[in-house]
């Protein structure tokens, strides 16, 4: 299968034009054009694709942009070629450095991107499970423990197996667990359309309590739990703690119950660089 990464975006700070631009999800630069605010639109994009193209389209596209779905979706399906929303593009992110670094680190600010995330919601009171815990699981053990289990929802990608990550096996992989309960899988079903990313502990001022928050989506964030715990802010800590020698891989557990006899759905996730 073949995929482009691509990003349309208008960078006041550096050119007063819009600038497209493609690579392959190893680094190499596709196609880069500019043009001005007056003449960018769906027929302009699906022009750009077929030059990008030279008589072979890709199969599938990943933008990370929100702003720029609506244009993506015509020239797409006009041309024929699946469109993936999605976050992990870092390499797209990394050559886009090339053109907006704004730090000594080459690291962009949400402004540079151009992504305004939204305050976190609440996740709907109606679908959360009954309580929920901080688990782990040695590296050399988790896609046995995921392939040995049956589980209506698995959500595994490839690139984050931990011998991808170059993620030694014997590294603890934190994680989070939610008895569900009854509404185990309709939890489940409804994390699945949220396309979890990253699940992440975010401390109060004191260090004393905070909660969880859910990346998910493009921009989406959900505040998963929270707490008021010093020993659960503790546990918070040595999670997130944990993230950092894992590399950023995580994950997301649902169980109906805590008998080790069901499991409902499990999504690897990455903390976002």
């Known amino acids: 299968m073949m995929i482009w990464q691509s990003d349309l975006y208008h960078y006041p700070k550096t050119e007063p034009q819009w600038q497209l631009v493609i690579c392959h999800p190893d680094g190499t630069l596709i196609y880069e054009v500019q043009c001005s605010a007056s003449k960018v639109n769906a027929e302009w994009l699906t022009q750009q694709l077929q030059q990008a193209a030279k008589g072979k389209l890709p199969d599938k596209i990943q933008i990370f942009r929100p702003q720029i779905v609506g244009l993506f979706e015509i020239a797409t399906q006009s041309l024929g070629i699946e469109l993936e929303t999605t976050r992990r593009t870092n390499t797209l992110k990394e050559k886009l450095q090339d053109y907006f670094p704004n730090n000594s680190q080459g690291k962009f600010s949400k402004e540079s991107l151009g ?6 919601q609440a996740v709907p009171e109606d679908i959360w499970g009954e309580n929920w815990n901080f688990v782990s699981i040695p590296a050399g053990d988790i896609l046995n423990f995921i392939k040995d289990r049956p589980m ?4 595994i990608p490839e690139f984050l197996h931990p011998v991808n990550l170059g993620i030694a096996s014997d590294t603890i992989i934190p994680g989070i667990v939610v008895y569900g309960g009854r ?3 309709i939890l489940g079903r409804w994390l699945a359309q949220q396309q979890p990313v990253a699940l992440n502990y975010i401390p109060t001022e004191i260090g004393q309590s905070g909660g969880l928050v859910l990346e998910s989506g493009l921009v989406d964030r959900w505040v998963f739990a929270t707490f008021e715990s010093p020993v659960v802010a503790k546990a918070a800590r040595s999670y997130e703690d944990r993230k950092q020698d894992s590399k950023g891989l995580h994950f997301l557990l649902i169980q109906p119950d805590d ?6 759905g499990i999504w690897l996730l990455s903390s976002e660089h």
């Open 115 to 120: 992504l305004d995330k939204p305050p976190p």
């Open 152 to 155: 209506p929802l698995k959500v």
């Open 183 to 185: 509404k185990s899988l």
């Open 259 to 264: 008998s080790g006899m069901t499991y409902t």
